[in-house]
Structure formats: C-alpha cells, structure tokens
C-alpha cells in the first residue's frame, strides 16, 4: 500500500515552460486536493476534487489546471510557469467527509527560473 | 469563510518539559479540527483530530489536544517533551458542512526541543 505518491520530487522550470505535477492514491479515496507550501504561508489550497470527473478550485487556483479523469489519479499542470509559482507542492487525499483526516504525498520542490 | 491561527511561529522547550502549540479557529458551523506534524523534506502526517464528544483527544506519539469552544481553540499538547518531536506543526480546519477537500491550514509552529 504505497499510499499518495508525487513526481517528480524535484524540478527546475525556465520561466514560460509547462510541466505536469503527478499525484496518484491507491486507498481509494474519494477526495483529493493540490496544496503549496510557502516559508511562513502555510498550506494553501490550489484545486481540489469530491470525485472522478468533479474538480472545483481552491484559494489560488490561478495558473493551474487540474482534471480528475480516475480516482486514482489528480495531475496538477503548470501552462506557463512563473517564478511566482516557485514552492512545494503537495498532494494529498482523503476517504470523504469532512471529519475525515488527510493523507499526503511527500511532495513535489519545483523552481522556476 | 474558515479561518486558522497559530500565534507562534516558534516554541522552543527543553526535553522532559510539556509543551503546548496553539491554535485557535473560526468557522461558521460547527468546527472539525486537525493537527498534523511535518519532518524536514517530508509530507504532512496526521496526529490526531475533534469530531465531537470528549474535548480532549488523545493521538499518536503522546500527543493530545483540547478543544475549547468557548476560546475557539485546539491546543496541542504532550506532558513530556522528546528531542525527536522537534517538527513542523500544522492546525486545520473544516467546517462540518464543507467537503472534505477544503481544510483551511494554520501557518505552522516550528517546535523546537533542545536536550
């Protein structure tokens, strides 16, 4: 049982290229969220997903694209990367509910020059 | 609209002293709350939660925490603080009548336990 597994763990992008953050769950699980982490911001929702099919955004969605085509997986693209978009970025899942804890990737470092 | 803080970015205690990570909440319902735990270069992990019922939980590693209603408050606690519990605390929120894809994170504590 592997769990939430993210590729790559590390990344260098030049300014303006596309790349697509991989995220895949093997419990099943019917939620799924993309996260990034920023020193001294916490974890901020980018987009997220209540199933296959059904995705919505979070609260910095901009630049991002998700689809949820399986529910094993939730890939994250980057269209045209910015530096701004420089940080961790983490996956995680959850069985559904929202007294439900989250499990998580071990995470994704991604630098954009 | 759910909201978290944690008012110290830091706690520094000496092992074999409790420690104490803060967290207070606001959510429009009733709230469901998270504490995770996060080591260098490493993925969030969970430690214990409130549902409902009795105001402490008890989680992994030694781990509890109160909930308080009338502070809006989830303290994380441990009566006897161990070197290797230095990490990255994180609270989170749900509002019961929200998905389970929105939690609302606090900024994190940086523990720190010295020998």
């Known amino acids: 049982n592997a769990g939430v597994t993210q590729t790559p763990k590390f990344q260098v992008l030049k300014t303006g290229q596309s790349m697509t953050l991989q995220c895949a769950q093997d419990m099943n699980h019917e939620y799924m969220s993309w996260y990034r982490q920023d020193p001294g911001m916490g974890l901020r929702l980018i987009h997220y997903?209540?199933?296959?099919?059904?995705?919505d955004q979070g609260e910095v969605p901009n630049g991002y694209n998700v689809s949820r085509s399986t529910t094993e997986d939730f890939p994250l693209r980057l269209l045209s990367a910015a530096p701004s978009q420089t940080s961790v970025y983490f996956c995680?899942?959850?069985?559904?509910?929202?007294?439900?804890?989250?499990?998580f990737g071990q995470g994704t470092r991604l630098t954009v020059v | 609209a759910q909201s978290v803080a944690q008012p110290e970015d830091q706690v520094n205690v000496a092992e074999g002293n409790p420690l104490t990570v803060k967290c207070t909440y606001s959510v429009s319902g009733n709230p469901y709350l998270f504490w995770y735990v996060q080591y260098p270069n490493r993925g969030l992990q969970f430690l214990l939660k409130y549902i409902t019922g009795d105001n402490l939980v008890k989680g992994s590693y030694g781990f509890e925490a109160e909930f308080n209603k009338s502070q809006t408050s989830f303290h994380l606690k441990k009566p006897s603080a161990l070197v290797s519990d230095s990490a990255l605390y994180f609270c989170a929120v749900r509002d019961h009548n929200t998905n389970a894809g929105k939690s609302t994170f606090g900024d994190g504590t940086t523990l720190t336990v010295k020998p």
């Open positions: 995680a899942s959850s069985p559904g509910g929202p007294n439900t804890e989250a499990f």
């Open positions: 997903s209540v199933g296959a099919g059904i995705t």
